[in-house]
């Protein structure tokens, strides 16, 4: 599976907690949606970012993060829930589908978000009363729900909430007098609904308003930190039954799953390795984030070369990634362990890193993932402490490869990340 890429700025330490990267779509998930989205913080709201054309993001998460607004012209808003089970670390995948939401017009319910100026005229003057019937129903599947509704009349200033059943799924109103009505519709489990209704011309004929709800989210989203190549995972219910995930690559899956259900993560390296589990606490509705880092026992670290500072020498080198992947490879870390010492040793030195692409896909997100594969290197540097002012850091995607991009291993050498040391003077 190609990997979920979005253009983002270069902007290294960035106080964040992980990513969150996906794809926006209408509800038949045909149709890809450029959206914007932002997160609800203890510090207030904050914007994150804007799909692209293909519906694709890849985001920084704030820490603290409660809630995931996504907006999109002519699409009703949603309003996701976040829980993060744990730390959250590395990137964490999911797809979200919005409900279009209708435009202003007389005699039908429409989202408030489309209210324009309107005026009533004569409103004072009543011909026939006017009966009408609503009934709520699931955008997905059509079926009818038990839900609440609550009607607000500007000109009576007076409120009116019916509760429709599984028994009982209309009901039926008499409007006397012409308004504008605001409709707040709320189903368990479903995102709320707020809308206007102009009730601007008379008509005998009784009419049914159908209001459809789109389903609140409860998805899982899993990220594997220390996930190696050929690991197994399987998620259960409680009752052991197999749940199907969506596989990003080894390390990331996510589920949409049933909210107050408690569900089990398995783990295994292969016949020869002891599976690896937890159990997920009955989840809640929104988005739930859960990282996993696996026992050392299960996956053993490459044995790391003690350094000697006094005589530590570093020179330039090339690191080479898999296609569509920025993990930082393992076996990379020893020599940027041996650079950091480095750089922290000679006062003189600071580094020039530059990410390559092979030329296989869109050139845009070519050029997203050289950046990526830049930031996760710069950041692991960073972390053993070079000073960010140090490092030169960039992206320049397929434009500069070291092979014709003719065959698989020509193309595996131009998936690379070059590191120099540089003199400062």
């Known amino acids: 599976?190609?990997?979920?890429?979005?253009?983002?700025?270069?902007?290294?330490?960035?106080?964040?907690?992980?990513?969150?990267?996906?794809?926006?779509?209408?509800?038949?998930?045909?149709?890809?949606?450029?959206?914007?989205?932002?997160?609800?913080?203890?510090?207030?709201?904050?914007?994150?970012?804007?799909?692209?054309?293909?519906?694709?993001?890849?985001?920084?998460?704030?820490?603290?993060?409660?809630?995931?607004?996504?907006?999109?012209?002519?699409?009703?808003?949603?309003?996701?829930?976040?829980?993060?089970?744990?730390?959250?670390?590395?990137?964490?995948?999911?797809?979200?589908?919005?409900?279009?939401?209708g435009k202003q017009t007389s005699d039908e319910p429409y989202a408030q978000s489309e209210q324009t100026h309107f005026e009533l005229k004569d409103s004072t003057k009543v011909l026939t009363s006017i009966v009408r019937r609503f009934e709520v129903k699931d955008a997905l599947t059509n079926q009818s729900l038990p839900a609440e509704i609550c009607l607000y009349y500007t000109q009576k200033q007076k409120r009116d909430c019916f509760s429709l059943t599984n028994s009982r799924p209309t009901v039926e109103v008499i409007f006397t007098e012409k308004d504008i009505v605001a409709l707040e519709v709320?189903?368990?489990?479903?995102?709320?609904?707020?809308?206007?209704?102009?009730?601007?011309?008379?008509?005998d004929e009784p009419r049914t308003y159908i209001i459809k709800l789109n389903r609140q989210h409860t998805i899982l989203s899993v990220n594997i930190i220390n996930a190696k190549t050929g690991i197994q995972c399987q998620l259960t219910e409680e009752n052991k039954e197999a749940v199907v995930m969506n596989r990003i690559n080894d390390g990331h899956y996510y589920a949409e799953l049933v909210s107050g259900k408690s569900y089990r993560f398995a783990i295994s390296g292969g016949q020869d390795q002891k599976e690896f589990a937890t159990a997920?606490?009955?989840?809640?509705?929104?988005?739930?984030?859960?990282?996993?880092?696996?026992?050392?026992?299960?996956?053993?670290?490459?044995?790391?070369?003690?350094?000697?500072?006094?005589?530590?020498?570093?020179?330039?080198?090339?690191?080479?990634?898999?296609?569509?992947?920025?993990?930082?490879?393992?076996?990379?870390?020893?020599?940027?362990?041996?650079?950091?010492?480095?750089?922290?040793?000679?006062?003189?030195?600071?580094?020039r890193i530059t990410g390559h692409t092979d030329n296989v896909g869109n050139p845009n997100l070519n050029l997203t993932l050289s950046e990526y594969r830049v930031r996760v290197i710069s950041r692991y540097l960073v972390g053993k402490g070079v000073p960010e002012r140090l490092i030169v850091a960039s992206g320049v995607g397929s434009k500069h490869p070291v092979r014709p991009n003719d065959t698989e291993e020509n193309r595996r050498m131009n998936r690379r990340v070059e590191v120099q040391i540089v003199d400062l003077q």
């Open 1 to 101: 599976m190609t990997l979920l890429l979005f253009p983002v700025t270069m902007t290294l330490l960035r106080a964040q907690c992980g990513f969150l990267a996906g794809k926006v779509t209408d509800m038949s998930g045909s149709t890809s949606l450029i959206a914007s989205l932002s997160a609800k913080t203890d510090q207030g709201k904050v914007r994150l970012g804007k799909t692209d054309s293909l519906g694709v993001f890849n985001v920084e998460m704030p820490c603290h993060i409660s809630e995931l607004t996504v907006e999109s012209l002519k699409y009703q808003t949603l309003h996701i829930p976040v829980n993060v089970d744990g730390k959250a670390e590395g990137t964490f995948f999911v797809a979200i589908a919005m409900m279009p939401q």
């Open 186 to 203: 709320k189903a368990a489990g479903y995102q709320a609904y707020n809308g206007n209704l102009i009730l601007d011309k008379t008509d």
């Open 280 to 351: 997920i606490a009955s989840l809640k509705e929104g988005l739930t984030l859960k990282s996993f880092r696996l026992p050392d026992r299960e996956l053993p670290a490459a044995p790391v070369e003690k350094v000697n500072k006094s005589t530590m020498t570093a020179s330039d080198k090339t690191l080479y990634f898999p296609r569509s992947d920025y993990k930082l490879p393992l076996q990379s870390r020893t020599y940027l362990d041996s650079v950091a010492v480095f750089i922290l040793e000679n006062k003189n030195k600071s580094l």
